[in-house]
């Protein structure tokens, strides 16, 4: 039998654990596993952020005997399903006891009862999850390897333990982690498991909206997301978890005039993203940054296809996408504004540079002026050599403009040097309207270069133009 104890306890801190969880086992006379991903990625020499244990008893009270041992404090307790999440360590640790599941065909709330370390292996998603290593002294490190997970490791599959119809009956999200799991291990899909997943893709839709979501983010956060996103398209899964995509696909062509195909132009850029930057967000905004293409896509004679307007109803669009998809008020809020002003900065660099139109968008993307040049370089995917070259230079004298550290430090904190209370005084105006269209006029003067931004060159200006904006006879009081 293999024996993985050297790897297990190679850092420090799993040792202690996974040694601690032994001496329990031990005092207890209990069979004890790490198990799932812990092991997976341990063998691929991957980075581990968790720890799942497995028992052959009363997973709840070794959790607590556990976190006392570690000193760790107070266990969150999932009574229904046996579990227990011990969450204050430098890793997070989570106790299971075996069991077994009953699914019925409408639900993903299984009935549970107690099992074995093989039962409870066989419900798991895929065999390079069923992988289990064994903690008592006795045995320690001892790999238990029901069903040849280390040979489609080996082999770089991805194989359900029993027959794929019935794993993904039970838990259809099985069928969305298959594509996840393929982008984030480099794995291949075995084609029986991808026969089943096409045949059941409509079962998604009895999945809760959060569990997809959670599993497209993680999609995002992949070396390459395109090959998940890809899968789920080529299996039907995409309507299921993001009909938005699904709808981006294919070619149309009037005489010689064809478009881009804006689905796998979307995944490019997704891509181009994710070597630029591990951040999710901006991942997450090139995937839909063009969301809006099929509703605005136009021919029009002597121009060919145009697809005017899909900044600003992309950004409309995302609203309704984020409430669908349980997306957190913050995210979807950044996911609208860099929608929006994607095109902005291409475009100063296609037509030229001046500080006005530097300082709106600067302006308007506020602190995530950043991000959204990163979103606008990896939107950069024609192939033609000489327009890359053309272009970048332009995009990067944009980025060198942004980079000045006085001007973005001015427009993150802009606003009217003369405030309300002083328009309302010095004009006497009262609350309303009126206060607003002064304040913006001297806010258009200071982006438009027309005055410095200081309070006496805004008061002047202020004081000059209030006639023609407010009429001769401007006083309210």
Not at 175 to 185: C, E, G, S, V
Not at 417 to 436: A, C, F, S, T, W
Request: aromatic share 6%.
């Amino acid at each position: 039998m293999t024996n993985i104890s050297q790897l297990l306890t190679a850092d420090p801190v799993h040792k202690e654990i996974l040694k601690s969880a032994g001496r329990i086992a031990e005092r207890k006379g209990l069979s004890v596993y790490v198990v799932g991903g812990f092991v997976r990625d341990t063998l691929m020499n991957r980075p581990t952020t968790d720890i799942d244990l497995m028992v052959e008893g009363d997973g709840i009270a070794f959790a607590a005997e556990l976190s006392t041992e570690l000193q760790l404090g107070n266990v969150v307790v999932y009574e229904r399903f046996g579990t227990a999440l011990i969450p204050g360590g430098p890793v997070e640790i989570e106790v299971a006891t075996a069991r077994k599941e009953l699914y019925q065909p409408d639900s993903r709330k299984p009935e549970i009862s107690a099992g074995t370390i093989k039962e409870d292996m066989s419900r798991r998603d895929f065999t390079v999850n069923t992988l289990a290593v064994s903690l008592r002294a006795e045995d320690f490190g001892d790999l238990f390897d029901p069903f040849g997970g280390l040979r489609d490791m080996a082999g770089k599959r991805l194989v359900t333990p029993l027959d794929p119809d019935a794993t993904f009956s039970d838990d259809p999200l099985r069928m969305l982690r298959a594509t996840r799991f393929a982008a984030q291990l480099g794995f291949s899909i075995d084609p029986v498991v991808l026969d089943s997943i096409q045949r059941q893709a409509h079962r998604l839709q009895i999945v809760s909206k959060e569990r997809i979501t959670e599993e497209i983010i993680k999609t995002l956060r992949t070396e390459k997301p395109s090959i998940g996103f890809d899968l789920m398209k080529q299996t039907g899964l995409l309507p299921f978890t993001f009909p938005e995509l699904d709808m981006l696909s294919g070619v149309e062509r009037i005489g010689n005039k064809g478009h881009k195909d804006v689905f796998l132009h979307t995944l490019k850029v997704v891509d181009n993203a994710a070597v630029l930057t591990p951040k999710m967000e901006i991942r997450f905004a090139a995937l839909v940054h063009d969301i809006a293409k099929p509703q605005t896509k136009r021919f029009e004679k002597g121009k060919g296809w145009t697809f005017h307007g899909h900044d600003e109803i992309g950004r409309r669009m995302i609203k309704k996408i984020a409430w669908r998809m349980k997306i957190s008020n913050e995210l979807r809020d950044y996911l609208m504004l860099l929608t929006k002003l994607h095109l902005r900065p291409i475009a100063l660099a296609k037509s030229g540079v001046s500080d006005s139109a530097i300082r709106r968008v600067m302006l308007e993307a506020g602190e995530h002026i950043e991000d959204l040049m990163i979103l606008c370089r990896a939107d950069i995917t024609t192939k033609n050599p000489n327009k890359v070259k053309k272009y970048m230079s332009n995009f990067e004298h944009v980025e060198t403009l942004m980079q000045d550290v006085a001007l973005r430090d001015e427009m993150r904190a802009f606003q009217s040097p003369v405030r309300g209370d002083v328009i309302m005084r010095e004009l006497k105006l009262r609350p309303g309207p009126r206060v607003g269209i002064i304040k913006q006029a001297i806010e258009e003067a200071i982006l438009d270069g027309l005055i410095p931004n200081d309070y006496d060159a805004a008061f002047e200006y202020m004081l000059s133009v209030k006639d023609d904006l407010l009429g001769s006879d401007s006083t309210e009081i």
